[in-house]
């Protein structure tokens, strides 16, 4: 069985503008590279991941694809594209003939205008992606799942996976309409889940895994064992936890899966999903 962590993040804050970190000191504000990472994948008895964008460049995706391209252990990229831009099928067809590249991320969340996702000009482009097949992140907190069933029907063809669980506020045990809306998206068979980003939406000092386990569970009614996906978010989850515990704790709010439950939640899913090569 391979284990695939299907979203991490690689940064070299000398090549690019991470301004969504803020101006504070954090354990974020420094290089995050596949030297730093591969140890702790080790350490948790993690295979091979997905590197997903982290910042709105076309040259980041060139820069993560080489790093991909040098790491063999990591399976695929999924990058930014200017979904905008008219002339996005260029970017996606110079994207396309990159072997590790897998999908398309943007940070739709920190947009200023939460139903974002369905301005035209974006559907646009969702569609250029639904036509090639291309998978695309949907990067949300609770406040946009509400924008998502239109997006759906609007591109019935496009394959999307909600990733951190859309971050629910855990902290404050808040539930709805977190559970009420998702579930909506979830009854579409199209909509996978990344079972990552519990951590950094619990308290970051005092979180248990008992903490984590009501909302794991409503992830589970929701999207069953077959489309959802193990992620770390590392190295944002280093603001609370280590990457080995992160692995343990999210496997343990699981509880007792049979093989082939786990053999999906923790890597064929993901292998699927983004047509991952076997490396």
Same mark, same amino acid.
């Given at each position: ?11 070299? /804050? ?21 030297? +730093? ?11 091979? +991941? ?14 993560? /694809? ?12 999924? +990058? ?14 110079? /994207? ?21 996702? /369905? ?53 404050? +045990? ?106």
């Amino acid at each position: 069985m391979t284990i695939v962590d299907s979203h991490q993040h690689f940064w070299d /804050l000398s090549k690019f503008d991470y301004s969504w970190m803020g101006e504070e000191d954090s354990v974020l504000k420094q290089n995050h590279l596949p030297e +730093t990472l591969k140890p702790l994948m080790d350490e948790a008895g993690v295979d091979r +991941t997905v590197i997903v964008q982290a910042v709105s460049s076309i040259d980041e995706a060139w820069w993560l /694809l080489d790093l991909a391209d040098a790491n063999d252990w990591v399976a695929g990229v999924v +990058t930014w594209v200017d979904l905008q831009s008219p002339t996005v099928g260029d970017d996606l067809d110079a /994207l396309q003939k990159r072997e590790k590249f897998c999908g398309i991320r943007h940070i739709w969340h920190d947009e200023p205008n939460d139903d974002w996702i /369905l301005s035209p000009a974006v559907l646009e482009g969702l569609k250029e992606l639904a036509r090639r097949d291309i998978p695309y992140d949907l990067l949300v907190r609770p406040q946009h799942l509400k924008y998502v069933p239109p997006l759906l029907e609007a591109i019935p063809d496009l394959r999307t996976v909600i990733d951190h669980i859309a971050k629910p506020l855990i902290a404050e +045990t808040i539930m709805e309409p977190w559970a009420t809306d998702l579930a909506i998206i979830a009854s579409n068979p199209s909509v996978h889940c990344k079972f990552s980003g519990m951590v950094t939406e619990a308290d970051h000092e005092n979180w248990t895994v008992g903490e984590l386990v009501p909302y794991a569970d409503r992830i589970v009614e929701m999207f069953g064992y077959d489309r959802m996906m193990f992620g770390s978010d590392w190295p944002v989850s280093t603001l609370a936890s280590r990457y080995p515990r992160t692995f343990r704790s999210y496997v343990e709010t699981l509880g007792d899966l049979t093989p082939d439950e786990f053999a999906n939640v923790v890597g064929r899913n993901a292998e699927r999903f983004y047509g991952l090569g076997k490396g």
